[in-house]
């Protein structure tokens, strides 16, 4: 990432934009992201059945989106860390809870064990490349560093899950 010099007015929109729309965009997706996959494969992996994996996926979804929503918005009002609207961070980060999550549960739409395993891995692939791409874009992070932290976290939340779904 290069670096520019900014204006003052520059370098404080900038941050204000990090502070009460990146950040709390990318609490929500890497929280959606990483908190859907437990039930999504503990379900996936006891059941066989894709449709049970949706249900799982989809509820877990919305209720962290929600979850998410109400912790965010109800953390700080933003006058003292100059986080701005608290509801409007909530939504943002709600929104990005959902989505993160709901991403990699559409491919259990699909009704066939091992297809839908196979796509929703590789959605989850994207999502990874895309978060890391994200955290390197809007907050300077090393792209492979920022894939390796999120994918780890994310292969042992599945690991995990899949054991627990496979013993049952």
Same mark, same amino acid.
């Given at each position: 990432?290069?670096?520019?010099? %900014?204006?003052?007015?520059?370098?404080?929109?900038?941050?204000?934009?990090?502070?009460?729309?990146?950040?709390?965009?990318?609490?929500?997706?890497?929280?959606?992201?990483?908190?859907?996959?437990?039930?999504?494969?503990?379900?996936?992996?006891?059941?066989?059945?894709?449709?049970?994996?949706?249900?799982?996926?989809?509820?877990?979804?919305?209720?962290?989106?929600?979850?998410?929503?109400?912790?965010?918005?109800?953390?700080?009002?933003?006058?003292?860390?100059?986080?701005?609207?608290?509801?409007?961070?909530?939504?943002?980060?709600?929104?990005?809870?959902? %989505?993160?999550?709901?991403?990699?549960?559409?491919?259990?739409?699909?009704?066939?064990?091992?297809?839908?395993?196979?796509?929703?891995?590789?959605?989850?692939?994207?999502?990874?490349?895309? %978060?890391?791409?994200?955290?390197?874009?809007?907050?300077?992070?090393?792209?492979?560093?920022?894939?390796?932290?999120?994918?780890?976290?994310?292969?042992?939340?599945?690991?995990?899950?899949?054991?627990?779904?496979?013993?049952?």
């Amino acid at each position: 990432m290069t670096t520019t010099l %900014l204006r003052p007015s520059e370098h404080q929109d900038r941050r204000s934009f990090l502070l009460q729309r990146a950040q709390p965009a990318m609490t929500g997706l890497i929280d959606g992201s990483l908190s859907t996959l437990a039930p999504i494969f503990a379900v996936a992996f006891a059941t066989h059945q894709p449709r049970y994996a949706f249900f799982a996926g989809l509820a877990t979804a919305i209720g962290a989106g929600v979850s998410m929503a109400f912790s965010e918005g109800l953390s700080d009002t933003g006058d003292l860390t100059g986080r701005g609207n608290p509801y409007l961070r909530g939504a943002i980060t709600g929104a990005g809870t959902f %989505l993160g999550g709901v991403l990699h549960t559409l491919p259990f739409l699909i009704p066939q064990y091992h297809a839908a395993l196979a796509v929703a891995l590789a959605t989850i692939t994207l999502e990874l490349v895309s %978060l890391a791409w994200i955290r390197w874009r809007f907050f300077g992070t090393g792209f492979l560093r920022s894939f390796v932290s999120i994918a780890i976290g994310g292969a042992i939340i599945a690991g995990v899950s899949a054991m627990l779904g496979a013993v049952t």
